[in-house]
């Protein structure tokens, strides 16, 4: 079976510094992966997807960036973190190709933004 | 544009009822729709989807949602609630503007059931 894992769970962080999330992928090959922030426990806002390895699609323009170094790997970086960057961070898998469109969901981190 | 709407930010109702929680939505040709719940600090759950086939859709955890093309309503059901279901629940629909298949979703609705 799938799993996905998110580290770390909680992140506190002054602004001004650097955040590297990272996203992991068991049991498939191929993901789509995606990179969301969720904000105040609602509304989910796409940052940025990957259909493969090396290729990145940013929805939002912002002072985050992603990165996919491996096939289920999926890295979500800023080089210099804004109050506003606070949130819920989640990543996603999906089945590549259109068999399924369902995505599946890590367990999250939450990034307090100090 | 693509979009999903949920009207209700919250929905209240006692444990052993029925609920619904709603969803419409605005697509442009055949709409892909999901319904996921979220617990406290916790990732979203995937509870079910529609595709093609028949409107009544099943799920996990006693959940089923019925499409209406009509109505354009993807309204999520539950024949008599539980305590455990208080969550948050969202609706979502893929949007075919992506090569990623991507989701979008709606606000979110919160559900409480008392006992």
């Known amino acids: 079976s799938q799993t996905i894992h998110q580290w770390p769970a909680t992140l506190v962080q002054p602004v001004g510094s650097p955040l590297s999330l990272e996203c992991t992928v068991e049991g498939t090959s191929n993901p789509n992966l995606y990179w969301y922030r969720q904000a105040a426990g609602r509304g989910l806002q796409l940052l940025f997807y990957?259909?493969?390895?090396?290729?990145i699609s940013s929805e939002v323009p912002q002072n985050l960036s992603a990165s996919r170094p491996q096939d289920r790997q999926f890295i979500l970086s800023s080089k210099k973190l804004l109050l506003s960057d606070s949130g819920f961070y989640l990543c996603?898998?999906?089945?590549?190709?259109?068999?399924?469109?369902?995505?599946?969901f890590g367990p999250g981190t939450r990034l307090t933004v100090t | 544009a693509q979009s999903v709407a949920q009207p209700e930010d919250q929905v209240n109702v006692a444990e052993g009822n029925p609920l619904t929680v709603k969803c419409t939505y605005s697509v442009s040709g055949n709409p892909y729709l999901f319904w996921y719940v979220q617990y406290p600090n916790r990732g979203l759950q995937f509870l079910l989807k529609y595709i093609t086939g028949d409107n009544l859709v099943k799920g996990s955890y006693g959940f089923e949602a019925e499409f209406n093309k009509s109505q354009t309503s993807f309204h999520l059901k539950k024949p008599s609630a539980l305590v455990s279901d208080s969550a948050l629940y969202f609706c979502?629909?893929?949007?075919?503007?992506?090569?990623?298949?991507?989701?979008?979703f709606g606000k979110g609705t919160t559900l409480s059931v008392s006992s």
């Open positions: 996603a898998w999906g089945l590549a190709g259109r068999s399924s469109y369902e995505q599946y």
């Open positions: 979502a629909v893929r949007d075919i503007t992506q090569a990623g298949t991507a989701l979008i």
């Open positions: 990957s259909v493969g390895i090396g290729q």
